[in-house]
């Protein structure tokens, strides 16, 4: 007998123990007794029960079927979308090194509040527009009281906040557009 037939009668046995019939089985299962089945838990118990005690004898042709059926099976997901077909989802990374911003803004000498509504108009206006690249000059902070930087940590505040919506992607600006005392950013058009 070869390797692969003695492989298909294990799985044959197999499905047979544990209740797995083809269609010409299912006439055979109402031969159970009713008095010794009380709920159907246990009429799936004793169908296993009575077929592997072997007291039910399979035909060579419903053996033959039952093989070329398991043979023929298509295991494959078809909910799943082709390869071509699927949203390739990778993070938008870009080499800022040698972006160019098609517009700027800078914030020095403002206060604040007036900071907060410059940076939410021009964030607005550039994605109306349709405009990215574009470059927030904040500073470093060295001005500022005890040297914090009060822009840049508002501008940062607002891109992780209210403006991630409209931002693909943020960074600092490279040193030849202000290093750290800008942001580069990327908007969603």
């Not at 080499?95 to 206060?111: C, E, M, Q, S, Y």
């Not at 005890?146 to 403006?163: C, D, F, Q, S």
């Not at 992607?169 to 969603?188: E, Q, R, V």
């Amino acid at each position: 007998m070869s390797k692969n037939s003695e492989e298909d009668r294990k799985l044959f046995e197999f499905y047979l123990e544990h209740g797995y019939f083809p269609n010409d089985f299912k006439s055979s299962k109402k031969d159970i007794k009713k008095e010794n089945i009380q709920k159907i838990d246990n009429k799936e118990i004793e169908v296993k029960k009575e077929y592997a005690n072997n007291d039910f004898v399979i035909s060579e042709e419903d053996r033959n079927m039952f093989l070329s059926a398991i043979e023929n099976l298509d295991c494959t997901n078809h909910s799943k979308k082709s390869i071509q077909d699927r949203k390739i989802n990778i993070k938008f990374k870009p080499n800022i090194k040698n972006v160019i911003p098609k517009d700027r803004l800078d914030l020095h000498g403002l206060t604040s509040d007036r900071a907060l509504i410059e940076v939410k108009h021009f964030i607005y206006e550039c994605k109306k527009n349709r405009i990215s690249p574009i470059l927030i000059i904040h500073g470093k902070g060295f001005g500022s009281e005890n040297r914090i930087p009060v822009l840049k940590n508002l501008v940062e505040y607002y891109l992780a906040t209210e403006g991630k919506h409209y931002i693909k992607y943020t960074d600092d600006a490279p040193i030849h557009l202000g290093g750290s005392g800008a942001k580069i950013i990327f908007l969603n058009i």
